[in-house]
């Protein structure tokens, strides 16, 4: 069961995304608490759970490809309804539980609650996402980075890849550009109000490739999941132009 607060949110092309959030009481299935997925045994028991989905031996690029399973399934939810909806809901890492489903990777989130409206209207994206980016992701990659040393930036990267693709996807069901300016600004400022580096600014470039000068969505890093057996270099990875020795480059698109 969805949240309904949540309802007008899933509708077209965001409508699997109904079930991704519950509440205590909807779903009965066992969930991880979030900070226990930065934790030696956490992580190990999430690496070694997915290692039977996903074969490989590379840790780093076990975790990179389970963290983006992670971060599509949170976000996407949960940045659309802070801008669509003006509502902020709880997701600190200490307060949610995260249900694995086939394949031993995120299906769903367990909330506290279903959150509230802002009652003032936050002074900048920094504010506004303080609870998703300061609360969750931070402490969450930072936990990640400790026990498996995969870099910070891949991660982050990962992260945003799926931000920036969602606020185009916002964008382009003809919302209005006041609604989503501050998703838009986490994408874009370099540099928060605090004088911190923000990880998530400018996580692709749109560049042109080929005699057609085909227009490519390229990621700022790559997320090293070619070093998994069986998978290929990302369509918008940005070594597709030189990809490293062994790499497999991904299927042309047909049809």
Not at 22 to 47: H, K, M
Not at 51 to 70: I, V
Request: aromatic fraction near 8%.
């Amino acid at each position: 069961m969805s949240i309904p607060a949540l309802a007008p949110l899933f509708v077209g092309d965001f409508e699997h995304y109904r079930d991704v959030l519950v509440l205590p009481g909807q779903d009965d299935r066992p969930g991880v608490p979030g900070r226990e997925l930065t934790t030696p045994e956490g992580v190990e028991n999430l690496l070694e759970t997915y290692r039977q989905f996903q074969p490989g031996d590379d840790r780093r690029a076990l975790m990179s490809l389970w963290s983006r399973y992670y971060f599509v399934r949170l976000m996407v939810p949960v940045v659309a309804a802070n801008l669509v909806l003006g509502r902020e809901l709880p997701v600190n890492l200490d307060r949610i539980e995260v249900i694995l489903g086939e394949g031993g990777v995120p299906e769903s989130f367990r909330l506290p609650d279903e959150g509230s409206a802002f009652s003032e209207a936050p002074t900048d994206p920094f504010e506004r996402f303080h609870e998703l980016l300061d609360q969750n992701l931070e402490p969450m990659i930072d936990g990640w980075n400790r026990e498996v040393k995969i870099s910070r930036k891949v991660l982050w990267n990962n992260a945003a890849n799926y931000l920036e693709w969602l606020i185009g996807a916002l964008g382009g069901l003809g919302l209005p550009e006041s609604m989503l300016a501050d998703g838009q600004a986490l994408v874009r400022t370099e540099i928060r109000g605090d004088g911190r580096t923000n990880p998530l600014a400018n996580p692709v470039r749109y560049v042109e490739r080929g005699e057609d000068r085909e227009t490519l969505r390229q990621r700022r890093y790559c997320c090293i999941r070619y070093r998994l057996p069986d998978m290929p270099l990302c369509a918008n990875c940005p070594l597709i132009d030189r990809p490293p020795k062994g790499a497999r480059l991904p299927e042309p698109v047909t049809g």
